[in-house]
């Protein structure tokens, strides 16, 4: 399942090698938080919607360590878009601005996606969804980079501060959660294909941002 979902991560990993190396990074670092913000907003409310969903599933063989690990991981991603909102004000950009920004189409794509296993298949599908989010977090040597780079405030990059220290602790629950799971083939083909699209569309709205 894991090397499946990988080979769809070089397609995420070639623009944000773009936007690394971009000579205009200190100019698209503001709009790279505002896409993290409209991936991120709804991080909560998906896991909200799959918690939901399982609790009208008591006989389903994944439901109990599912509903665990959602009641447990909703705590430790709220607030995160609001860390967004803080960073970007630093930036000059204000919450009302962010906001009204319409969210990329590639974005409603991936997010829209796990609404839809979540609600008409199975909740297990957002599973692949947090992989990739939380499978390749940047690293405190990256972020100090990026500051050097850009000049920008340091305060302006606490988000990805904080996700470089937390994400790697949310990836090894969420592998230990799936090693754990009596999980079917259909499970697994649900979760690949979520991780894989989830890749796919973030890839492409990561690309508008990348140029």
């Known amino acids: 399942m894991r090397a499946r979902i990988a080979l769809a991560t070089p397609a995420l990993a070639a623009p944000y090698a773009r936007l690394h190396e971009s000579p205009q990074l200190a100019s698209l670092y503001p709009d790279y938080l505002v896409f993290l ?3 991120i907003r709804a991080s909560v409310p998906l896991m909200v919607d799959a918690a939901a969903r399982l609790s009208a599933m008591p006989g389903d063989p994944l439901a109990p360590a599912l509903s665990s690990y959602f009641e447990r991981h909703i705590p430790e991603e709220e607030g995160h878009d609001e860390w967004l909102l803080q960073d970007l004000q630093i930036l000059g950009r204000s919450r009302e601005e962010v906001l009204a920004t319409v969210p990329s189409v590639h ?8 609404y839809y296993w979540i609600r008409h298949h199975h909740p297990v599908a957002l599973l692949g969804y947090i992989a990739v989010l939380e499978g390749q977090p940047p690293t405190i040597a990256r972020v100090r980079e990026w500051i050097d780079r850009t000049g920008l405030p340091e305060a302006a990059f606490t988000t990805l501060e ?31 294909l979520s991780g894989m699209a989830t890749a796919g ?4 709205a990561l690309d508008d941002v990348a140029g």
Do not use: F, K, Y
């Open 201 to 204: 569309s973030l890839a492409r």
């Open 107 to 114: 974005v409603a794509e991936g997010v829209g996606a796990q």
């Open 37 to 39: 913000h409209t991936v």
């Open 162 to 192: 904080r996700h470089a220290v937390a994400d790697p602790d949310h990836n090894d629950d969420l592998n230990a959660l799936i090693d754990s799971l009596p999980l079917s083939e259909s499970h697994l083909t649900c979760i690949c």
